[in-house]
């Protein structure tokens, strides 16, 4: 990692980083949980990081999308659930647990949602950047333009595509949700991101693909199926994406990875059943397997091509038990420990 090159992250973040909490069973390795593993951003921070959280409390883009706000509250509770978390290897060798990890703060939206989205691209293109995996915690799934923005103009996507045609290297968005979020609107809200995102490639000519794994048909218009098709999107409803269909699903995630050259991989928890999430903007009535969520989450994350991943829709106001809130800590938790760096698997980009 570059650490000069997150040197002026602060001056994106409006509230510093809180401190982290846990159980504390001894300060060896073999004792070891995520509350241990994270320092602050300039403070004392490592030579080195695998990850870089990055708070985002907004729910303005629920507020303007109709939905039920609280959601800004999400990246506290999700630090909270998160930090108890224990970084063992287990029976799995292949899950990296001795990680460094660094805690921004957080990006805090009123009203002006758009200026709370260029903080957040230019805080997430400074942590790509640097070598650092950025973990945003949100919010709304408006957070999701502000980490798409960050991730596409990054000098780390230029290195990505081929130097002799100048071209930007091919963008791969995978977003695990229940819905499009394609809507046209007259300002942007958490229904619009990826329409924004889609539009602002079109006009750059550049070449993105956006692929959503979770669609609910009972809760997606047909004009919103009709702006996937036009746009090109790749679905997969949420009916297919059980356990049944893991080996399948799993394939399209394959062929998906294979076919871009870096990833911004966003989880909407509203993808899971309410039962399992009832703490979010929009609970499902169907949804997704937790362990189809994991399973996609680990193949993301050790592809290496992983540029950014964001956590959107966390509602604590709703949060029953903080059921929510653990299951999105364990899912955080998954693609941390299987994270393999983008230079790590990806020669041109080194």
């Known amino acids: 990692m570059h650490q000069n090159n997150l040197s002026d992250l602060h001056r994106f973040i409006d509230r510093p980083a809180p401190t982290w909490s846990g159980r504390n069973d001894g300060t060896g390795t073999a004792h070891r949980r995520v509350h241990q593993a994270v320092t602050f951003l300039g403070q004392g921070s490592p030579a080195s990081a695998d990850a870089i959280f990055i708070g985002f409390a907004s729910d303005e883009g629920v507020r303007r999308n109709v939905g039920r706000q609280g959601a800004a509250d999400g ?55 640097a070598g650092v995996l950025p973990v945003v ?60 995102a889609l539009t602002r490639e079109r006009a750059s000519d550049t070449c993105c693909r956006y692929t959503v794994l979770g669609i609910s048909e009972a809760n997606n218009t047909q004009e919103l199926f009709d702006t996937a098709h036009e746009l090109g999107v790749d679905y997969v409803v949420d009916e297919d994406c059980g356990v049944l269909n893991q080996q399948a699903l799993l394939s399209t995630v394959r062929e998906f990875v294979a076919s871009v050259d870096i990833i911004y991989l966003t989880l909407d928890l509203d993808v899971l059943p309410a039962s399992i999430a009832p703490g979010v903007s929009a609970p499902a009535g169907y949804g997704v397997p937790l362990e189809i969520i994991n399973v996609v989450l680990k193949e993301v994350a050790a592809s290496g091509k992983l540029a950014a991943f964001d956590v959107a829709e966390l509602n604590p106001s709703f949060d029953s038990d903080g059921r929510t809130a653990h299951t999105a800590a364990r899912l955080i938790h998954t693609v941390l420990t299987y994270y393999t760096p983008l230079s790590s698997a990806a020669p041109s980009l080194r």
């Open 137 to 196: 915690l949100g919010g709304g799934h408006e957070v999701a333009f502000g980490t798409y923005t960050g991730v596409a103009d990054s000098q780390t996507r230029k290195t990505a595509g081929s130097a002799a045609s100048q071209e930007l290297g091919r963008l791969g968005i995978l977003n695990l949700d229940a819905h499009f979020d394609l809507r046209r609107a007259e300002q942007p809200t958490s229904g619009t991101p990826f329409y924004q």
């Open 75 to 129: 990246p506290a509770a999700l630090r909270s659930a998160l930090g108890r978390l224990a970084l063992a290897q287990g029976r799995n060798s292949t899950r990296h647990t001795d990680l460094a990890l660094l805690d921004a703060g957080d990006i805090v939206v009123s009203s002006d949602l758009e200026e709370g989205q260029k903080k957040l691209a230019a805080a997430v293109m400074a942590s790509v950047d």
